[in-house]
């Protein structure tokens, strides 16, 4: 039975039952007690902390939550326990509830068992006995935790409502919108949920005019545009100011390092992003080798991560807006934006990022959206559950979209046009397809049409080394190419034959106008800098892409010292 650790009136207890739990299990009654103490201390206005003796006993309770519809945040576990150890009840209860982070309670004689564990249960979290004292060493490591377990269970809990049909374009790009900007949201197949159709009656909408939101307000918009949704939603923002220090154009790690490092050395700053924060990297459902977190964390938490950080320190974020031309004005450098206004700075940080290749094979430009999605896994896989899914691309976000993808679809299928793996992908990528039985890589193969029934996807025709076949598929992913969103800056900048931007030492035999030498993440037009992705011969990595947008700041004090 479940202990409470703290005993409340009748009263206050059905309350307190609908709050979160926080499940402790320790063998040793004495560090049971105290782990109990310290989380009511914590945490026990937010949740409730119960506790149990052994691993059996602390999956039976989680069994009665589960079967209430009650939450569960947090588990903490001692890894030396007799009968069942923490690694494995820790197994278990992921089976019960795998949203619930995870923690284990270790000696330091068994951290290498603690960081095994961090592989095998998916463990976020291992901490060394004793926790002395807490608020140092216990209290911040649970409270990141259970932000972030908060900030999904509010997207899961769901403001808006959308309905609309799976497989159309414009609800796809909805979803994608709501699910990439972190919009607690709901989404509602027309075809397959009986409340959609509910909502469409009461709110008098008729098919043809889905999609469809349904805000909290009571607000029903009919076939919205991205940015009209993100204005009723106060996602978009306006600028705040007639002119900054730094313009930073671009969400993605290098533009949020930017926005983080500018505001907190005191720069007047804004980040411009042009769908969500994160970029590309936003889109990953796990970044395993990102220095500082043994765990991984997805690329949707890193966003939200840096945005809060860069919000906290000063830095104006402008969302769902899209810069559309540069130029200098005197001593300013103008940054006109898809809405009409334009931002006015003393520097610019271009850190655009690269857009995934769309592909020209017949077929996909029609189905796209329909069955066919660039990159979007993170918004798909769950209506993907036992299906078969191909996942086109043999480099990480490819090899990320797979394994995550997998957790959901009956089947997936990886296109690699090249040899094998090993020369584009990461090798802890690498294993883990490798032990998904339900990954099949077919190498050297290429998709060469798409075909689809009743609007959406069905087949896919390919090439490989045993000659063609066809595919029956219900969804694809294509996570193939980068290529750099530059055409604003034709004419602006110097960029290479594929459009990515030249900086530094490469500016001066294309173009740069000053006796001075060009700094190094400098381009031909002085005071606007480039960082990430983006820059020509950059490494395609979120560390190096966070370095340089770092260092942009650092360099654009030195370009402004100048002045």
């Not at 009511?40 to 902390?49: A, I, L, P, Q, T």
């Not at 291992?126 to 140092?136: A, G, I, R, S």
């Not at 740069?512 to 037009?525: F, V």
């Not at 990430?532 to 260092?551: F, H, I, L, P, T």
Request: glycine share 10%.
């Amino acid at each position: 039975m479940a202990t409470e650790a703290q005993p409340t009136s009748a009263d206050a207890a059905s309350a307190h039952r609908r709050r979160p739990a926080i499940v402790a299990v320790d063998d040793e009654p004495a560090v049971l007690a105290a782990i109990a103490r310290d989380l009511r201390r914590g945490f026990g206005e937010r949740y409730r902390v119960l506790r149990a003796g052994a691993g059996e006993e602390a999956l039976e309770i989680l069994r009665e939550l589960r079967a209430r519809g009650d939450a569960v945040a947090l588990l903490i576990a001692d890894q030396r326990m007799p009968v069942m150890e923490g690694t494995r009840y820790l197994t278990e209860a992921r089976k019960l509830v795998p949203e619930a982070k995870r923690v284990l309670l270790t000696a330091y004689a068994d951290t290498e068992a603690a960081i095994a564990a961090i592989n095998e249960v998916a463990l976020d979290y291992y901490l060394l006995k004793p926790w002395d004292p807490p608020e140092e060493q216990l209290y911040p490591v649970l409270e990141d935790l259970l932000t972030t377990w908060e900030a999904g269970a509010a997207l899961e809990a769901g403001g808006v409502r959308l309905v609309g049909h799976r497989f159309s374009k414009e609800s796809h790009d909805l979803r994608d919108f709501l699910v990439r900007n972190r919009v607690p949201a709901r989404w509602l197949d027309v075809e397959r949920d009986g409340e959609a159709r509910e909502l469409l009656t009461v709110a008098g909408v008729r098919d043809g005019r889905l999609p469809v939101a349904l805000l909290e307000d009571g607000t029903v918009l009919e076939r919205p545009t991205i940015l009209e949704l993100a204005e009723r939603l106060g996602v978009a923002g306006v600028p705040a100011q007639d002119h900054y220090d730094l313009v930073v154009v671009g969400g993605g790690p290098a533009g949020l390092a930017a926005a983080v490092y500018g505001a907190s050395e005191g720069l007047r700053t804004v980040m411009v992003e042009r769908e969500a924060p994160g970029g590309q990297a936003g889109q990953s459902s796990r970044i395993e080798n990102y220095l500082g977190f043994p765990a991984g964390l997805s690329g949707s938490d890193l966003a939200r991560r840096a945005t809060d950080q860069a919000r906290r320190l000063g830095a104006e974020l402008l969302t769902v807006q899209e810069a559309v031309g540069l130029h200098a004005e005197g001593a300013a450098r103008l940054v006109a934006l898809s809405g009409g206004e334009a931002l006015s700075a003393s520097c610019v940080i271009v850190a655009s990022g690269v857009s995934y290749r769309q592909l020209d094979t017949p077929g996909f430009r029609e189905l796209t959206g329909a069955g066919i999605y660039y990159g979007a896994a993170l918004t798909e896989a769950r209506a993907c559950a036992d299906q078969h899914v191909v996942v086109i691309g043999g480099a990480n976000s490819a090899g990320q979209a797979a394994v995550y993808v997998s957790g959901y679809a009956a089947r997936v299928t990886m296109l690699v046009r090249g040899p094998s793996l090993e020369k584009s992908m990461s090798h802890y990528l690498i294993e883990q397809i490798a032990d998904r039985s339900n990954i099949e890589v077919r190498t050297g193969t290429t998709a060469v049409a798409a075909a689809g029934e009743d609007g959406h996807l069905r087949h896919l025709e390919i090439e490989g080394p045993d000659g063609a076949a066809t595919l029956d598929v219900d969804a694809c992913f294509v996570f193939i190419g980068a290529a750099p969103r530059t055409d604003w800056l034709d004419g602006v900048v110097a960029r290479d034959v594929r459009g990515f931007i030249l900086a530094g030492r490469e500016t001066q035999a294309n173009g740069w106008p000053l006796a001075r030498e060009p700094y190094m993440l400098e381009t031909t037009l002085p005071g606007v800098f480039v960082a990430g992705d983006v820059r020509a011969r950059s490494v395609k990595r979120v560390a190096s892409a966070v370095g340089e947008g770092s260092m942009a700041v650092s360099l654009i004090h030195e370009y402004l010292a100048e002045g």
